[in-house]
């Protein structure tokens, strides 16, 4: 495995998951074309509670991806079905609990992350109707994650980029023809959600063997075959617990500092959710390749994508700052024409600056823990991250106000990146991987 071959898997799924952020991305820009501030709050506010429950859940496209990719490098046919028909009916399951639990979710969440009747309005309206996308988009990071977990990065392309393409047609049509405002938002994200899924299923189907097409067989849902998906989901609920109880404390206490920079937060945040997701291309490109390396025990190919990702956490990370520094105010004018809310954004650009440089290692190292389906040291390393978090935020809050909780946040991305590095040289004595050198003859992704 080589640096082409590594681009060649990592840049369409770049590609492919930068659409993810992009679609709150497109939310908060049409909306911040409107005439007032509270609308990107109200959407910012709106969007957090969905990020909650998707970003929870997130595990069902993580371990999808790494269970499928493990499969496929042993070549086993009913595993690789089996990977795919235990996350969907797991998703299924918890989308039946949110949709049941929606009225509660609305009435006591809301109120934690903003106190203005404005806000809190818009951001209920725009929940009312997003709610009822949540079992597509759930259903759709099972059908993407064991796409990418079998490397079909052509189709899962085509399947993310159609989502986005799809919200953003529809977010103009809805907010600056029909204007319908937040509601048209809402709408807009749900329509591409349910349709994805529709052409996600259809694409899975015709992938899919005749012979292999009863993939609800008894012997696919015993429940003592999901023991080590569950583990493995707990642990990545943990995680991604942890990372949530960092941006929902982030978002409200942004909150208390006035709407201006609530809205001025929220742009920053999207714009730090594209360069996250960038990263998460690499992450899902080693993963894939660390599952195959496991499923064929190919130690080889191991050695060299660990030794390919600590490379392109560097250039990439360089790379995108550099980017953003160049290009910074270009990009805000994307999501708002609003002078008072720019200013405010360009109080805290240089935040964003430094997020790639120290963020990095700890997104792309993720993706070789996944493809092991060795979730514990990603919880662990979480865990520290986010004690760092609350100590830098009980501390530099009250003295620096908005600059120190842009500061605590810096620092949690620094300790997630750093305790994740010091967990690698574990991961590969436990796979007794540890110390092999590549020697440049993997024919294992040749065809």
Not at 119 to 142: D, E, H, K, M
Not at 179 to 206: D, N, P, R, Y
Request: aromatic share 12%; glycine share 6%; proline share 3%.
């Amino acid at each position: 495995m080589n640096h082409s071959k590594y681009l060649g898997l990592a840049l369409p799924l770049i590609l492919s998951t930068i659409t993810t952020p992009l679609l709150g991305a497109v939310d908060t820009a049409v909306v911040g074309q409107l005439d007032d501030s509270s609308y990107i709050a109200g959407v910012a506010v709106g969007t957090i509670i969905f990020n909650t429950m998707y970003w929870l859940f997130g595990f069902l496209r993580v371990s999808t991806s790494g269970f499928a990719a493990q499969a496929h490098g042993t070549k086993n046919e009913e595993d690789v079905l089996r990977s795919l028909s235990r996350p969907l009916l797991l998703a299924l399951s918890i989308s039946a609990c949110l949709v049941a639990l929606q009225y509660p979710i609305k009435e006591h969440f809301l109120p934690l992350l903003t106190s203005d009747p404005v806000v809190q309005s818009l951001a209920t309206n725009y929940f009312t109707i997003r709610i009822w996308g949540v079992p597509f988009a759930l259903l759709n990071y099972v059908i993407i994650g064991w796409m990418m977990g079998l490397a079909m990065i052509k189709k899962t392309l085509f399947l993310q980029m159609y989502m986005n393409v799809t919200n953003i047609v529809l977010d103009i049509l809805f907010v600056k023809v029909f204007s319908w405002g937040v509601a048209g938002v809402a709408a807009a994200t749900l329509i591409s959600e349910v349709s994805t899924f529709v052409i996600g299923l259809f694409i899975v189907w015709k992938a899919i063997p005749a012979k292999h097409r009863k993939i609800f067989q008894i012997k696919s849902i015993d429940l003592s075959s999901y023991k080590k998906m569950m583990r493995m989901n707990r642990d990545l609920f943990i995680r991604t617990l942890c990372l949530l109880i960092v941006f929902n404390v982030f978002t409200a206490k942004g909150g208390t500092f006035g709407t201006e920079i609530l809205a001025a937060n929220a742009i920053l945040i999207q714009i730090h959710y594209i360069m996250a997701y960038m990263y998460d291309g690499f992450a899902n490109a080693s993963s894939i390749l660390t599952g195959r390396a496991i499923g064929s025990n190919n130690k080889a190919l191991y050695r060299s994508t660990i030794k390919l990702s600590f490379q392109w956490a560097v250039i990439s990370s360089l790379s995108i700052s550099s980017v953003y520094f160049v290009f910074k105010d270009q990009i805000h004018l994307l999501f708002t024409s609003l002078p008072e809310v720019l200013n405010v954004v360009g109080t805290y650009e240089a935040w964003i600056i430094i997020f790639p440089i120290v963020s990095s290692f700890g997104v792309v190292l993720h993706g070789i823990f996944v493809g092991a389906t060795e979730a514990s040291s990603l919880r662990n390393s979480m865990i520290m991250a986010l004690l760092v978090f609350l100590v830098s935020l009980f501390l530099a809050v009250p003295r620096f106000n908005n600059h120190g909780l842009w500061l605590a946040f810096i620092l949690f991305s620094t300790a997630r990146s750093l305790f994740l590095i010091l967990h690698v040289p574990k991961l590969s004595r436990t796979l007794g991987f540890h110390g092999v050198r590549y020697d440049g003859k993997s024919k294992v992704f040749n065809k």
